[in-house]
């Protein structure tokens, strides 16, 4: 592997761990619901969070496949058509200062998450392969391009991306039924 493909990929590795431990501690505050504070504080700032995750799976996405030349199969297009339009939504919200953006963002991210994580199980081998690559148009679906940490493949890195848009889009809408009055 290249030396940039190597320092990106341990930067994304690293960018999706950090997702991971943010998503558990998002759920552990969302769930026991005790610091109010910092719940405010991110759904006043979900918008710009959402923002710059979105951002951040589309551009590494777009480097594997343009940089590091990692052809991307049916899922992993897919995926991309969930994600990449949320960079415009969010950019332009962000720009319009428009808050009413969740209900777009979650209807992007449920099904992304669930082509993510599929792929991901599929990659593993706990769910039977797809015959993506019989039409002669992709790579194998159970193709893994990446192995970091023993478990992060390409489909957890954007697993991991929509399920903190989504957690962030939740706390989001709660923030604002909050401040409805």
């Not at 923002?51 to 496949?65: D, K, Q, R």
């Not at 969740?102 to 991901?120: C, E, K, T, V």
């Not at 992709?138 to 390409?154: E, G, K, L």
Request: net charge positive.
């Amino acid at each position: 592997m290249p030396p940039l493909v190597s320092l990106v990929n341990q930067i994304l590795s690293s960018l999706t761990v950090l997702a991971q431990a943010i998503i558990i501690g998002l759920l552990v505050v969302f769930l026991i619901n005790k610091n109010k504070t910092f719940l405010d504080f991110v759904g006043k700032y979900a918008v710009l969070l959402s923002f710059i995750v979105a951002l951040t799976a589309t551009l590494g996405s777009l480097f594997y496949s343009e940089i590091a030349g990692f052809e991307p199969c049916k899922l992993c297009w897919f995926q991309r058509i969930f994600m990449y339009p949320q960079v415009i939504l969010l950019g332009l919200a962000l720009w319009k200062k428009d808050q009413n953006i969740i209900n777009y963002i979650l209807g992007l991210s449920l099904p992304g998450a669930i082509i993510a994580g599929y792929h991901y199980l599929l990659q593993l081998g706990v769910v039977p392969p797809l015959a993506c690559s019989t039409i002669g148009y992709s790579v194998s679906c159970s193709q893994r391009f990446v192995m970091s940490f023993d478990y992060i493949t390409i489909p957890l890195m954007a697993f991991s991306a929509f399920l903190l848009l989504i957690l962030l889009q939740l706390i989001k809408k709660g923030y604002n039924k909050q401040n409805d009055f």
